[in-house]
């Protein structure tokens, strides 16, 4: 599905749900994408004291479209969900965690998202979450905040990951 860009005008002037969702969907195809080209040892590669790795950044990911857009809105609990409890266990990886398959989680995770708020307002009250009633926007609003942070989390990762492999400019 290709998405609008938020540099598109068309979208400077659209209303604000969508503006969200555009930027929302940037940010999830960048985590997405951070993984592309990678092989399975640099996804891996740790470089932070941290449980930090690109593909559990792109697994918490996953987790955060759970937590906020399952977890929130049908008020069912993580066990339920089938997510763990923390979201520092959310970053441990298994052995049979891939590149595609961590991918695939992550793409039908959002796809999940999209299709659970596609019948709500911006002002709707999501009732799952411990912090109490919450307003989808908030949800969007914060969603978009831990997004964009683990974006800037896999650029530096991705940087040091490949700066092995490309030569000195």
Request: aromatic share 6%; hydrophobic share 40%; with cysteine.
């Amino acid at each position: 599905m290709v998405f609008p860009t938020s540099t598109c005008p068309a979208v400077f002037h659209a209303p604000l749900r969508d503006q969200f969702e555009v930027f929302l969907d940037e940010h999830r195809s960048a985590l997405h994408d951070s993984l592309s080209g990678l092989t399975k040892e640099q996804a891996r590669r740790s470089l932070v004291t941290s449980r930090t790795t690109l593909l559990g950044l792109v697994k918490h990911a996953a987790f955060v479209e759970k937590v906020w857009f399952d977890e929130a809105i049908t008020c069912r609990s993580r066990t339920e969900i089938g997510i763990p409890a923390s979201p520092d266990e959310s970053f441990e990886l298994r052995d049979d965690d891939t590149i595609a398959s961590v991918q695939r989680a992550h793409r039908e995770a959002c796809a999940a998202s999209r299709r659970a708020t596609a019948d709500l307002a911006l002002d709707d009250l999501v009732r799952g979450n411990r912090r109490g009633p919450l307003p989808l926007r908030w949800v969007y609003l914060h969603t978009l905040r831990e997004l964009a942070q683990h974006c800037g989390h896999a650029d530096i990762l991705r940087e040091q990951i490949l700066a092995g492999t490309t030569r000195p400019r």
